[in-house]
C-alpha cells in the first residue's frame, strides 16, 4: 500500500508555504498527502495580512479523515489558537500519532500566526505528544529561555544545551524517557561560509536509550529577498521519509538532503519574494516521459507478461548524470500482471526504485550514456534464442563467484556485478543475466541509453522468444 501523510497546518496563498507546500513535499517525497486546514491566510511571500482560524471546523475535517484512512505520521504546522490546539491534541492521543511539529508562531516576514501567548499552552500541551519538533533558532531562543548572543562553531556546546532542553520538554517530566524522540534547531550555527543545523537525539542502543547530537554543515547560499516556506518543507521531508519506514535520525538526515538540494532552486515572484522549487524541473519531466514511453509501449501486450519476474518488474531512468538514488525515477511499487496485462502499482516517482537504480548507478561510472534498465524473467531457452538470433550482447554472471563480503551488502552485489560484466565483455553488454541463489531470483537486466533504445531492444527480444 502506498505511504500516507497528513499535514494539519495553514493554507497559504502562494503555495509556498503552509499547506500547499506540505503537499507538494509529501508527493515530492514518493508519499501520498492528505490535509487538515487550520486557518486560511491572507498573504503574499513578502507581506502578511492577517488570517481566519478553521478550528470551528477542525473536528470534522479530522473524523472525515480518519474514519477513513489508516494514517500514522502527521506534520502539525499553523495553530491558530486554544480550541485547534485542543482538537488536535486530542486527536493525536485517539489515533497514537506519529507527530512532526514545526513551530511556527510567526511568518516569515515577522507577523503572528497565532493567537498572543499561545505558545505556552502548545509547550504545556502538544510538546509531550511531538516526536519531532524543528524549531528555527528564533523559536528555539524562545522555548529554550536562551539568547545565543553569538552564532559560531565555538559555541556548539551551548546550542547542544539549548537542543537538549527542548528535547526534554518532548517528554513528561524532567527525565528522557524509553522513546526515540528528536530536536533539530535549524541554521543554529555559523562560521564563516558555513552554516549549521544542530539534531539533538533520544536514541535507542540495544536495550537503552542515550542523548545523541549530530551536526549536519553546508554552505551559506547569498539570497537576495524573503525565502518563504523553507520550514514547512524541511518538517513536512521528515514526516514523509518516517512514513517510508526509516528510522528517526536517518528519516532527518534523508530530510536535510531534500532540502539541501530543493533549496538551490527558487521560484522569482513579481514582489521579490521566493518560494522552494519544488515542481519537476524539465529534465525530471524528460525522464518520466521517457519512462511513459516504455510502459506504454509494455502495458497493452499481453504476450509480455511472460517476461514479468516473480519480484515484479520495474522500469528506471536516470538523470544525464545522476550521482544517487534521488535522481533515478522508477515507478512506485512496480510493475505487476492484472487481467492478463502489465499493470503499473504506482505513479512514477524518483527517489523509489532500489535495485534497478543501484545497477543503473553502478553502470553509469564505466559508461555515462547508460540510463536505463529493466529486470526481466530469466528463462533458458530465451538466453539460447537471443544469442543465436540477434546482435544484442548477452553476459552470464556467476553468483557463485560472488565474494562473501560482497554477498552481505546488497549496493556492493550491484557493483560487482557491473564490473564482473566489464572485466569479462569490455562493456556493459545489452542483457547481464543470471541462475539466481539462495533466496535471489533468476534474472535478466535489460540495459539502454533511451526509451527509444529500450523499445526497439523489447521489440527484438519479444519478436526472438
Not at 470534522?60 to 502527521?74: M, R, S, T
Not at 514582489?271 to 529534465?283: C, F, H, P, R
Not at 524528460?286 to 514511453?293: F, G, M, T
Request: overall charge neutral; proline content about 3%; some cysteine.
Amino acid at each position: 500500500m502506498k505511504n500516507f501523510c497528513l499535514t494539519i497546518a495553514g493554507s497559504d496563498p502562494t503555495s509556498g508555504a503552509g499547506i500547499q507546500a506540505d503537499i507538494r513535499t509529501f508527493d515530492r517525497c514518493g508519499v501520498h498527502p492528505f490535509s487538515v486546514i487550520t486557518a486560511i491566510t491572507y498573504q503574499s511571500a513578502k507581506k502578511f495580512l492577517g488570517y481566519k482560524s478553521l478550528s470551528d471546523t477542525l473536528d470534522f475535517q479530522l473524523d472525515a479523515i480518519f474514519n477513513v484512512y489508516p494514517i500514522k505520521y502527521v506534520k502539525v504546522g499553523m495553530i491558530p489558537d486554544g480550541k485547534a490546539l485542543e482538537i488536535i491534541v486530542d486527536i493525536i492521543k485517539r489515533e497514537d500519532l506519529f507527530v512532526v511539529y514545526d513551530p511556527v508562531s510567526i511568518s516569515s516576514v515577522g507577523e503572528r500566526l497565532s493567537s498572543e501567548g499561545l505558545e505556552l499552552e502548545i509547550e504545556r500541551d502538544l510538546f509531550p505528544h511531538v516526536r519531532v519538533l524543528t524549531p528555527n533558532l528564533s523559536e528555539a531562543e524562545w522555548y529554550s529561555n536562551i539568547n545565543l548572543k553569538e552564532l559560531r562553531l565555538e559555541n556548539v556546546d551551548e546550542l547542544k544545551k539549548m537542543a537538549r532542553i527542548l528535547l526534554e520538554k518532548l517528554y513528561t517530566g524532567k527525565k528522557l524517557k524509553n522513546e526515540e524522540k528528536a530536536v533539530v534547531i535549524k541554521s543554529g550555527l555559523s562560521n564563516q561560509n558555513e552554516i549549521y543545523d544542530v539534531l539533538s537525539y533520544n536514541k535507542k542502543v540495544e536495550f537503552q536509550f542515550k542523548l545523541d547530537f549530530i551536526i549536519f554543515k553546508k554552505k551559506i547560499t547569498s539570497i537576495e529577498g524573503n525565502i518563504h516556506g523553507t520550514g514547512c518543507v524541511f518538517s513536512s521531508a521528515i514526516t514523509a521519509f518516517l512514513s517510508k519506514g526509516y528510522s528517526l535520525p536517518k528519516a532527518i538526515e534523508m530530510a536535510e538532503a531534500f532540502f539541501d538540494e530543493k533549496f538551490q532552486n527558487f521560484i522569482e515572484l513579481p514582489d521579490t519574494g521566493k518560494v522552494i522549487a519544488l515542481t519537476a524541473s524539465d529534465e525530471e519531466l524528460n525522464v518520466i516521459n521517457q519512462i511513459k514511453e516504455v510502459y506504454n509501449y509494455i502495458s497493452n501486450m499481453r504476450k509480455f507478461t511472460e517476461l514479468i519476474p516473480e519480484v515484479r518488474l520495474n522500469i528506471s531512468c536516470s538523470l544525464p548524470n545522476a550521482k544517487n538514488k534521488s535522481e533515478i525515477a522508477g515507478i512506485e511499487g512496480r510493475i505487476t500482471i492484472v487481467n492478463s496485462y502489465p499493470k503499473a502499482s504506482g505513479e512514477i516517482k524518483f527517489g523509489i526504485s532500489d535495485h534497478t537504480a543501484r545497477l543503473i548507478l553502478a553502470a553509469k561510472k564505466f559508461d555515462n550514456s547508460i540510463n536505463f534498465v529493466m529486470n526481466l524473467k530469466y528463462n533458458p531457452k530465451w538466453i539460447s534464442l537471443i544469442q543465436k538470433n540477434t546482435k544484442l550482447k548477452l553476459h552470464e554472471i556467476k553468483r557463485e563467484k560472488q565474494p562473501n563480503e560482497i554477498k552481505e551488502k546488497e549496493f556492493s552485489t550491484m557493483q560487482w556485478l557491473i564490473k564482473e560484466s566489464i572485466n569479462e565483455s569490455g562493456k556493459i553488454p545489452d542483457i547481464i543475466w543470471d541462475k539466481g541463489s539462495i533466496g535471489k531470483e533468476a534474472m535478466m537486466r535489460l540495459f539502454g541509453k533511451s526509451s527509444s533504445d529500450m523499445i526497439e531492444k523489447l521489440k527484438i527480444i519479444l519478436d526472438t522468444i
